[in-house]
């Protein structure tokens, strides 16, 4: 099994940045690709980057997002990150990370593992 905790969330400011951490643990932890999703209030849970442990080969980020968040990880750290920037009220929501079996995947429910989620508040 693999077991996700996001951190980093908080209150920023409009044109802001904030970086999120997943910590990941588990045996097979790092088999897994991760992602990135939101979820604000009434809203479907929603896609926002992808990757591996292993390079940029199957990094995919939404176009909502592309070029403002940044997807990375640090392998010996066994952490997933999601630098934010040039942040917006269209940003508040609850932001999960994940895990799933296939690269890729920008479906939640083609992911097997969920964190707890990480509120993040842009205020303006």
């Known amino acids: 099994q693999v077991q996700l905790v996001e951190s980093g969330g908080g209150l920023v400011q409009a044109g802001g940045s904030l970086r999120l951490s997943c910590a990941a643990s588990?045996?097979?932890?790092?088999?897994?690709?991760m992602g990135w999703f939101r979820q604000a209030p009434g809203k479907e849970r929603e896609f926002i980057a992808t990757?591996?442990?292993?390079?940029?080969?199957?990094?995919i980020y939404a176009t909502s997002v592309k070029g403002r968040f940044t997807i990375s990880t640090n392998n010996p750290k066994n952490t997933v990150y999601l630098q934010m920037t040039s942040l917006n009220s269209e940003d508040t929501a609850v932001y999960y990370c994940?895990?799933?079996?296939?690269?890729?995947?920008?479906?939640?429910?083609?992911?097997?593992?969920w964190g707890q989620g990480t509120q993040v508040t842009v205020s303006s």
């Open positions: 990757t591996t442990w292993s390079g940029d080969a199957y990094k």
């Open positions: 588990g045996r097979t932890f790092s088999t897994y690709a």
């Open positions: 994940a895990a799933s079996q296939r690269v890729g995947q920008v479906a939640p429910d083609r992911y097997d593992y």
